[in-house]
């Protein structure tokens, strides 16, 4: 059958083999030709978009988190030449350090690329007049120079041109980056002046402990807080059902919708609710959940007043977090009541001897004399007041309960038993605790089953008084100093003389904390490392075999095996197999962008504190992958496979086959970086995903008022609202455009004009996301020395190539020579891992005593900034809540006027 199909093709002037081995030029110009068309396509629309609907594509325009650069919105096609004209200083301040680090490194590929093509006009012609037998692009590669031709020494001049300029232009870049990182860590942020300690040993797990160490170090002046993180798994739980009432910035609370849809409709919405049934039933009954008639039958529900419901839900969370964190908060200022009274003291001493008074023994016997029934009258004070918050919930509990006598015989009791420990002061605090979790226990125990009709948060309570109590510390804290000098000190300390002992580590701002990592044991950081390292290789090592599986399904002789009617169809349309080569870089780029997602689950459990530093650990994880599996497997095996035929009918000629093998695999890379630039680049800018689920969104989701419309929906996202620019995964796939480049802008010249387009395109399109659609995120540039390392390591990994690939062309001058460049790349990248790369990381404390000196920071800094959220909002109300308790009904009276004082400090209440 294949013999008749060849015969055919014979006929219509094809041979079978061109069929599954196209020519260079017919498959770039076919790729060229669909994926262009496509790009354009999405491009014209993007560009009408932009016109008619500015909403959508100009979001940052109208939005609170404008910047000047998003005022300026220029013309239809005018704003192509006028956002390559903006200075990098105005594009730090507005977008950003992580937006104008991204957009340098792509015009660090456009250098390069550029000075590949300028080399073009010299290698051309070498190559082409080399005297070798290929034709059209083959014939400008270095695949067309025969073995030992004289043309090799050009490719070692141009190797010598290219990678040393490239390290140039990486020299200017870290010099550049220094700089302005020094710059921005001289800012008045809260996160350059506080750090992140971890592996705190157990006696010092207190906000006053962290103080008094550092104080001893730095004085009092030089601190400004500490704040130790704590377990607090059941306040974290309630808050996360308050916000589900409530609402937050990007999700529609319960009760928000509920009060929308009575005001907006005029109805009072209602939700079916399960009944729960007086009658207990058996033991065996209540394990199968059967009734005696032997069916699964499913409980009882009735319709309920949601805004009713929902109120009395969320005021029982409000009253459970506000007790909760007033407890902890309490139980925390006891545990620390030493450690604070000597740092009090000490800040006593050090005034009276700055001022020269000097006081004699008895003195100062009576001032802590003061000072010890100063904090023992706070201890009855802080009892007392926890004593009426816990009257008042067992009162709260009581009132919704059958009210039975046993239960108020239960209050009394204990509020007896209250009354005589308070007057114990905070010596006997842990028995009053011990006694009222006792008492409230059997409370709970004791009513009517009809209590359970109060909603989740009567129960919540009953589980945060048996579960064990939250508040205790963890192992790590965050401690904000006043100076700058101060916090790089302490960064560049040895704090302890035990490995992995009270580590210090930058904090990253409060916004971008990851809590449940901090206060992570470090040998569950460590086995975190290990799983995540070996998952990453094993990962690596299925993909090749995955990624064989499927590019071979994009190979025509692989598709005419497994579909034989397209035997017929290549008859009848011969044109047809220039586009089903187009299958293959289409399924290596949807593998592709599965990766960051896969690769992000396992950084995760590294622990790392800070998003940026888990970007960083996932860019730098798909950027080696990538190398390895698109570069080296696809290069090596794509080489290997092409030439197997020929390899077993001249075996003696395999280093020559190779060694031609080896440039013409640039087709291929050709081939990814059209589709993935086309592809990405056009999805991006036009943003079809974006507007299917906007529109899912109108049909179906929650658009009863403005700010309901401007929130996202499950995974539905509005057109207008700002997403994130995830950096580290565009940087991850572009890192595989820098290997080509550098690999093959020699080899293939030709390569490197279409990754020029493809770095201006890149260019181009980014600078208008993150000028007009894209939230600002900064984390520093932290990625960006991952990248230097990454390229750097690109250079060395093509040097080597190409030394090789000339060696097996017979270069016997060209492939030595290559040898000093070499050396030189392997010295430049030593002698920028010993400092260039370390001052990056921190301040230095010459820039830093100035900046302390110039401009104080004391008065600037926000009490409380990376305490935990959970410990942040006593009380909350959703923001559509009305002042006017008619506009909702009389039953929602109780809620509006909550018996804690705490409501009154927020925002429109008075």
């Known amino acids: 059958q294949q013999l008749q199909l060849q015969r055919e093709l014979e006929d219509t002037g094809l041979e079978f083999d061109d ?531 499927v590019t071979g399904l994009g190979e025509v002789e692989k598709l005419t095996e497994l579909m034989p009617f397209l035997e017929d169809w290549l008859v009848a349309a011969p044109w047809l197999s220039m586009f089903l080569n187009q299958i293959k870089p289409l399924l290596l780029v949807m593998l592709v962008s599965y990766l960051p997602k896969i690769l992000t689950q396992f950084s995760e459990r590294e622990g790392h504190i800070a998003e940026s530093s888990l970007q960083t650990s996932v860019f730098f994880k798909l950027s080696v992958f990538l190398i390895i599996q698109m570069f080296f497997v696809q290069m090596l095996s794509g080489s290997i496979l092409s030439e197997l035929e020929n390899f077993i009918k001249q075996p003696m000629q395999i280093i020559t086959l190779l060694a031609e093998a080896l440039p013409k695999q640039a087709q291929s890379f050709m081939q990814y970086v059209i589709v993935q630039t086309a592809l990405n680049l056009g999805l991006e800018l036009f943003r079809p995903v974006e507007i299917i689920k906007a529109w899912i969104r109108g049909l179906v989701g929650p658009n009863l008022t403005p700010e309901e419309r401007s929130k996202p929906w499950f995974s539905f996202l509005p057109l207008t609202f700002i997403p994130e620019f995830e950096y580290c995964d565009r940087m991850g796939t572009l890192i595989l455009y820098y290997m080509i480049l550098f690999c093959y802008s020699v080899m293939s010249p030709f390569t490197s004009v279409i990754l020029f387009c493809a770095f201006f395109l890149f260019s181009l399109g980014y600078r208008h996301q993150l000028f007009y659609l894209y939230k600002r995120t900064d984390s520093g540039g932290e990625f960006f020395p991952a990248f230097l390392s990454l390229v750097v390591a690109c250079i060395i990994i093509s040097e080597i190539t190409m030394a090789g690939v000339l060696a097996l062309k017979g270069g016997v001058v060209a492939s030595p020579l290559l040898f000093p460049l070499i050396v030189g790349t392997f010295l430049f990248k030593l002698y920028l891992n010993q400092q260039h790369i370390l001052i990056t990381k921190n301040l230095p404390s010459t820039m830093a005593v100035e900046q302390d000196l110039n401009h104080p920071m004391r008065s600037q800094l926000e009490q409380g900034a990376y305490r935990q959220p959970a410990l942040q909002e006593r009380y909350l109300v959703p923001s559509n809540m009305p002042r006017d308790i008619n506009d909702v009904g009389t039953s929602s009276q109780a809620f509006l006027t909550p018996r804690h004082s705490e409501v009154e400090i927020l925002e429109g209440y008075n």
């Open 19 to 549: 069929v599954s081995d196209l020519p260079m030029h017919e498959v770039i110009s076919t790729s060229l030709s669909l994926y262009g068309t496509i790009f354009v396509v999405c491009f014209v629309l993007f560009l009408f978009g932009r016109w008619k609907y500015p909403q959508g594509y100009l979001i940052l325009r109208n939005k609170d988190e404008h910047t000047g650069l998003s005022q300026n919105i220029f013309g239809p096609l005018s704003w192509i030449y006028h956002v390559f004209q903006v200075d990098d200083e105005e594009i730090l301040q507005d977008c950003g350090m992580d937006a104008i680090v991204f957009l340098r490194t792509l015009r660090f590929g456009m250098r390069i690329a550029a000075i590949s093509v300028l080399q073009g006009v010299y290698l051309f012609p070498v190559y082409a007049a080399s005297g070798g037998d290929l034709d059209q692009l083959e014939s400008v590669t270095l695949a067309n120079i025969p073995q030992g031709g004289a043309g090799l020494l050009a490719a070692t001049v141009a190797c010598y041109i290219v990678y040393t300029f490239a390290l140039y232009l990486l020299y200017k870049e870290l010099m550049w980056y220094t700089e302005h990182r020094h710059l921005l860590l001289k800012q008045p942020r809260v996160e350059n002046y506080t750090v992140h300690v971890k592996f705190i040993p157990t006696e010092w797990q207190s906000n006053q402990a962290l103080v008094e160490y550092f104080t001893s170090i730095f004085g009092y002046d030089a601190i400004f807080e500490a704040q130790i993180a704590y377990q607090i798994p059941i306040l974290e739980k309630a808050v996360a059902d308050r916000d589900v009432l409530c609402g937050t910035e990007d999700k529609i609370g319960k009760l928000e919708h509920a009060l929308n849809v009575y005001q907006v409709k005029g109805v009072r919405p209602k939700h079916p609710k399960m009944i729960v049934s007086d009658v207990t039933l058996s033991g065996e009954e209540n394990r199968n959940g059967k009734k005696k008639c032997g069916c699964k039958c499913r409980p009882p529900t009735e319709m309920v007043d949601s805004i009713d419901e929902y109120t009395a839900e969320l005021e029982n969370l409000n009253e459970t977090i506000t007790s909760t964190i007033h407890n902890i908060e309490t139980k925390t200022s006891n545990n620390g009541e030493e450690s604070f009274r000597g740092d009090l003291e000490a800040a006593i001493e050090r005034s009276q001897r700055d001022n020269g008074i000097t006081q004699n023994h008895e003195k100062e016997e009576e001032e802590t004399i003061d000072v010890a029934f100063t904090d023992q009258t706070n201890d009855s004070l802080a009892v007392e007041e926890t004593n009426s918050q816990t009257n008042e919930v067992g009162d709260e509990s009581a009132n919704n309960s059958s009210r039975t006598n046993k239960s108020d015989e239960l209050v009394a009791e204990s509020s007896n038993k209250l009354d005589k420990l308070t007057s114990s002061g905070s010596r006997h605090m842990r028995s009053f605790t011990a006694f009222a979790s006792g008492a409230t226990n059997k409370l709970v125990s004791g009513v009517d089953s009809g209590a359970n009709m109060i909603g989740s948060g009567a129960t919540l309570v009953g589980g945060l008084l048996t579960a064990k109590p939250d508040g205790e510390p963890r192992s790590a804290g965050f401690v904000t100093f006043t100076t700058l000098k101060a916090k790089t000190s302490a960064l560049q300390m040895l704090h302890h003389p035990t490995p992995f002992c009270l580590d210090v580590e930058t904090a990253p701002s409060p916004s971008q904390v990851v809590w449940g990592n901090v206060g992570m044991l470090n040998k569950v950081q460590q086995v975190g490392r290990l799983v995540a390292s070996a998952l990453t290789i094993i990962l690596c090592l299925f993909w090749t075999v995955i990624v064989s599986f």
